[in-house]
């Protein structure tokens, strides 16, 4: 989580201020968003298939640092599109699907997950 926050910080404002010099074009924003969901999407598969604690370190900076450059363009989006007093109503909608999106998660994780990682019990061994 500390490693996630510190890359925000250093990245966020960079690619807000790309971003804002490409809002104005046709395109508007949306470049740094798929290319960056692309990318992200890269190390976010190969960590389960991380082979040992470097690997997996790796996996995890190279999502972080990919998911940080372009969360506050994706954020940034609904000022483009929603009326200015509308905005606060959009981004509570927002936080609300990202909130639901992590409970839903954690669900997935404790239900298929978890389970399909635990060692047989000793009633079921040979």
Known sequence: MGL??????????WMGLISDRLAPRRTGRW??????A????VPFALIPWATSLPMLMLCIFAFGLTA????GVTETLVSDYVAPQ???KAQGFIKAGVSLTIIV???????VVDH???PPSPSHRS
């Open 4 to 13: 996630d926050t510190g890359l925000g910080v250093i990245i966020q404002p």
């Open 116 to 118: 399909s990682s635990r």
């Open 38 to 41: 692309c990318v992200a999407a």
């Open 105 to 111: 998660s954690a669900l997935i994780s404790l239900l």
């Open 86 to 88: 509308q905005r606060g």
């Open 31 to 36: 470049p740094i968003v798929v290319a960056g």
């Open 68 to 71: 940080n450059s372009f969360k």
